[in-house]
């Protein structure tokens, strides 16, 4: 059975940073496409970062330059540096394996001002 774990969220001052985790099992993590994507109250799930099997990245504008995403194929595990968080960027932020219906549970990342 294939999970996605995430962790590292939290709340944290304007300005700070935090890294997010997540941990994969039950597949073979490195021939996915991963993404974290995030979700505030009252809005729709947007994409926040993408990386390919082959470490290719993509941004969502918002963030460029001050989130980055990672992945460590050894440990399963995918990876969210984010810094100079604003209080917009709080939200649930979940994993994804794109082109999958697999999802995190979610982690929750609140920004105070």
């Known amino acids: 059975q ?5 962790s590292g ?4 001052q304007a300005g700070g940073s935090l890294r997010l985790s997540c941990a994969a099992s039950g597949t073979i993590f490195s021939i996915y496409a991963m993404g974290w994507y995030r979700q505030a109250p009252g809005k729709q799930r947007e994409m926040v970062a993408t990386i390919t099997n082959g470490g290719s990245t993509n941004y969502a504008d918002s963030v460029k330059g001050r989130f980055t995403i990672s992945r460590d194929n050894a440990k399963n595990t995918m990876y969210l540096q984010m810094n100079s968080l604003k209080p917009e960027d709080t939200a649930v932020y979940y994993c994804h394996f794109i082109l999958t219906n697999y999802w995190g549970q979610g982690t929750q990342v609140t920004v105070s001002s």
């Open 2 to 6: 294939v999970q996605l774990v995430e």
């Open 9 to 12: 969220g939290g709340l944290v």
